[in-house]
């Protein structure tokens, strides 16, 4: 299978053209990243998580924390190989570029979609959401994804850790 067919990419894909979730996109992406190449902050699954890092910041109006997302994005993406087939990777480098040039000027947000060129991956898209289908959010939740959603397994995870370390 083709690195990009794998269903947590298919999630990714999925978050962010159609649900605009770009929390979401982080959190399939950094556990895709986590089983490819973990603790490999250089790797392309890096940069694309990245990406909607930066798109969620740039929404909260967090300027300075997009505009970081967005720089790392773009250098992990601009020549990735594999991990942007079946995009338009110029497109999707002049997307992060642009991403970046409006959050400098600090612009209002302005969602896009990622530039799919392979009619396979639009399928196993199209396949994926025919499967599993999902129910819309609000955009307040949305944009404030990250305070609001059930934090108890974290808290317990971090927990955990510090007992460890004592």
């Given at each position: 299978?083709?690195?990009?067919?794998?269903?947590?990419?298919?999630?990714?894909?999925?978050?962010?053209?159609?649900?605009?979730?770009?929390?979401?996109?982080?959190?399939?992406?950094?556990?895709?990243?986590?089983?490819?190449?973990?603790?490999?902050?250089?790797?392309?699954?890096?940069?694309?998580?990245?990406?909607?890092?930066?798109?969620?910041?740039?929404?909260?109006s967090n300027y300075p924390g997009a505009l970081r997302s967005f720089?790392?994005?773009?250098?992990?993406?601009?020549?990735?190989?594999?991990?942007?087939?079946?995009?338009?990777?110029?497109?999707?480098?002049?997307?992060?570029?642009?991403?970046?040039?409006?959050?400098?000027?600090?612009?209002?947000?302005?969602?896009?979609?990622?530039?799919?060129?392979s009619d396979e991956l639009r399928?196993?898209?199209?396949?994926?959401?025919?499967?599993?289908?999902?129910?819309?959010?609000?955009?307040?939740?949305?944009?404030?994804?990250?305070?609001?959603?059930?934090?108890?397994?974290?808290?317990?995870?971090?927990?955990?850790?510090?007992?460890?370390?004592?």
């Open positions: 299978m083709h690195p990009l067919r794998h269903p947590l990419f298919i999630q990714y894909i999925i978050h962010f053209n159609f649900h605009e979730d770009y929390f979401e996109c982080h959190e399939v992406g950094e556990e895709y990243w986590k089983a490819v190449a973990p603790k490999d902050k250089m790797h392309p699954l890096a940069g694309w998580i990245q990406m909607a890092v930066g798109m969620y910041h740039w929404r909260r720089i790392r994005a773009k250098v992990k993406l601009a020549d990735a190989g594999i991990w942007t087939e079946g995009f338009d990777s110029k497109l999707l480098v002049e997307q992060i570029a642009g991403s970046i040039e409006a959050v400098t000027a600090r612009r209002e947000f302005s969602p896009y979609k990622l530039p799919i060129t399928e196993a898209v199209a396949a994926y959401m025919a499967a599993n289908p999902s129910e819309t959010m609000d955009s307040y939740y949305l944009m404030h994804k990250h305070r609001l959603r059930d934090r108890t397994s974290i808290i317990n995870l971090r927990e955990q850790k510090k007992r460890r370390k004592l």
